[in-house]
């Protein structure tokens, strides 16, 4: 086949941008198994010695534990509270519609830091209000990862119901079906793929959020994140490849399982 | 008992009134269909009577039951929209149950009603196929049966044909009308298709800009047009400004003076109504015909078994004229046209 000159620079492009978000990974992972004692090239040999280091530290297994309750926590609580605000925002129309979309779209656009700081203030000050303690207490993790999540949750599931046909609700109750019963059988199994697709957003938005947790976690525990960034800050081996490694491992496992009961592509 | 009576029905979304004060009776067993351009409420009225759409003021009975206020699910009317609208995670047979199953009938009558009503419009071997798996026509029946399966009162289809290519569209209008007629079923259609309006109906409910124009068999609103809109909806393509002057007679600009069926001994403006295929065009004079004219045409289309032509008449008034394919006129020429009394129709000068 002969291409052309633009033809060829934007195949080009199309494989440099590709190969620059592949190959970080691609090298972690093969850092990973280096025997080598600090993080260097070319590897002197291999070894999976730096998993079982890993495992080995009560920071990173706790750490991966606290992250996946967090962020299965996370996900299914920000579809318990998502699906209705996104039906109600994309069906029904009601004043102050658009500040409501954009409430609830916000902690996406707001820098994780500042967010986190903002959480941590909030949750001191609550304390002092009414000696509640958040600040480093379990639920006040978990309120502030269903932050983290729910954008995710509202932006699918409403783009997705606004892409639903309002004449199959109308032929539903025409047929005999009450409101209920149209959002139970006729709503939720359409927009099916949706659901999936944000529950697997924000299951990874929460697991792989570091700011918030910064502020959050109370003494004595951490999460994934924060164990690697702690880990980061005395030593430089491959210990912090492997759990990278586990994680994208983790991550890619479950979007391969979600794309096997639901199309993500189609979830958009 | 089915028929549909709707007593000064409005609909107004803020100032706008999508429909206005709207009465009229559908007997039962009538196929009724409201036929406008878009915009002119008909749809906006059958979605009222369906219950999707709240009525600002007046009422609607279904055989003697006020519906007006009740929820589209209470109102048990079999609904066919422009898309289908099928659902499409369930299968054809899953689709046509639905309604069934609202109803808490028990499994073996619904599995039953389900085949009878699939056989009914010849799907049945497509009973356990997805929606999007099946083609434009064949979704079509599936709605068909799915929204006469609950055995509704009245048959409420919205544009049912328009996503259907001319074959088909064909075929199921015949289908549905077949079908209306073995269960005598109360059914409103709605078009902005006149061929289709006028071959499936018992009545027409001509509506423009929210106001019903006329109401009539297919024959009445075709050969009798009630307005200026009807006339031009219903394909007269010429509206001729006329004088009457009492004695049956209409006046052009020029004074040319020809006989109206009908005109009697009205007076003042009027608008003649006249098919464009109702007008002959020829080469010389016709001897014994009243309403004759001299005339230079214009310019013609060829439409393949025949020609258009504008023509102008010595006044200037210019016709829309249909002629034979063979030995057209070419543009220029001289010519003669005429039609009979009977053929044109008066209607009244729309208001300025």
């Known amino acids: 086949m002969n291409a052309t000159a633009p033809v060829l620079l934007y195949r080009i492009a199309a494989v440099a941008v590709l190969g620059f978000i592949v190959l ?13 004692r600090i993080l260097s090239f070319p590897p002197e040999g291999y070894t999976l010695d730096w998993y079982a280091r890993a495992w080995s530290r009560a920071e990173f297994r706790e750490g991966l534990l606290l992250s996946l309750q967090t962020a299965l926590f996370a996900s299914l609580a920000s579809l318990a509270i998502g699906v209705p605000a996104s039906y109600a925002l994309a069906r029904c129309k009601f004043p102050g519609r658009d500040v409501v979309t954009n409430i609830l779209l916000a902690p996406m656009v707001v820098p994780g830091i500042v967010g986190g700081a903002a959480m941590y203030i ?9 000696e509640v303690q958040l600040a480093g207490s379990l639920p006040g993790l978990y309120a502030a990862h269903l932050l983290v999540a729910l954008p995710w949750t509202i932006r699918l599931v409403t783009a997705s119901l606004i892409g639903v046909d309002r004449s199959i609700s109308e032929a539903a109750a025409s047929l005999g079906a009450g409101p209920v019963t149209v959002f139970f059988r006729i709503i939720l199994p359409v927009i099916k793929p949706a659901l999936i697709a944000s529950a697997l957003f ?3 938005a929460s697991f792989i959020d570091l700011e918030k947790s910064l502020f959050l976690v109370g003494p004595g525990r951490t999460t994934l994140q924060i164990a690697i960034v702690s880990y980061l800050e005395w030593n430089l081996d491959s210990t912090i490849a492997a759990v990278a490694t586990v994680q994208i491992a983790i991550i890619a496992a479950l979007l391969l399982i979600t794309n096997r009961y639901a199309q993500l592509n189609r979830a958009f | 008992m089915s028929e549909i009576v709707l007593s000064d029905v409005c609909k107004h979304y803020g100032e706008i009134a999508a429909v206005q004060s709207t009465s009229l009776t559908i007997g039962e067993g009538e196929l009724v269909t409201f036929l406008g351009p878009s915009g002119c409420g008909k749809t906006t009225t059958l979605r009222m009577i369906g219950g999707f759409v709240d009525v600002t003021s007046g009422r609607i009975l279904v055989g003697g039951r006020d519906v007006t206020r009740l929820p589209p699910a209470r109102r048990n009317m079999g609904f066919v929209f422009q898309n289908y609208a099928l659902f499409p995670h369930m299968t054809v047979a899953g689709n046509v149950a639905f309604g069934l199953e609202m109803r808490k009938i028990g499994k ?37 049966a799915r929204a006469l399966v609950i055995e509704p009162t009245v048959l409420l289809l919205d544009e049912p044909l328009s996503n259907l290519d001319a074959k088909l569209r064909h075929e199921m209008k015949t289908e549905i ?12 259609f709605v078009t902005h298709d006149q061929d289709e309006a006028l071959s499936v109906s018992d009545r027409l409910v001509v509506m423009s800009a929210g106001r019903v124009e006329q109401i009539g068999t297919p024959r009445e609103v075709f050969e009798r047009p009630a307005s200026a809109f009807v006339a031009d909806f219903m394909g007269f393509s010429n509206l001729v400004p006329v004088r009457l002057d009492g004695q049956g007679r209409g006046h052009l600009r020029s004074g040319m003076a020809f006989a109206i069926d009908g005109a ?3 007076t003042g ?4 109504a006249l098919r464009a295929e109702h007008i002959a065009l020829s080469r010389a004079p016709m001897a014994g015909s009243s309403n004759s004219a001299a005339a230079t045409v214009e310019s013609l289309t060829y439409r393949g078994s025949f020609v258009d032509y504008t023509v102008r008449l010595d006044d200037e008034t210019r016709l829309q004229v249909r002629g034979e394919a ?9 010519a003669f046209v005429a039609w009979a009394p009977q053929a044109g129709t008066l209607v009244e000068a729309r208001p300025a």
Request: proline fraction near 4%; charged fraction near 20%; aromatic fraction near 8%.
């Open chain 1, 24 to 36: 970080p990974l691609a090298v972690i992972v093969w850092v990973s198994f280096f025997s080598n």
């Open chain 1, 122 to 130: 909030f949750y001191i000050d609550v304390e002092i209000a009414t």
């Open chain 1, 202 to 204: 924000a299951f990874v």
């Open chain 2, 108 to 144: 073996a009558d619904i599995a039953r009603r389900v085949t009878e009503a699939l056989a009914r419009v010849r799907l049945g071997h497509l009973a356990d196929r997805l929606p999007k798996q099946l083609s434009g026509g064949q979704q079509q029946r599936v709605a068909l």
């Open chain 2, 177 to 188: 009308r077949q079908l209306q007629k073995s269960l005598a079923l109360t059914t409103i």
């Open chain 2, 264 to 266: 009697r001994s009205a």
């Open chain 2, 269 to 272: 403006e009027g608008l003649l």
């Open chain 2, 326 to 334: 063979q030995a057209p006129f070419a543009p220029g020429a001289r």
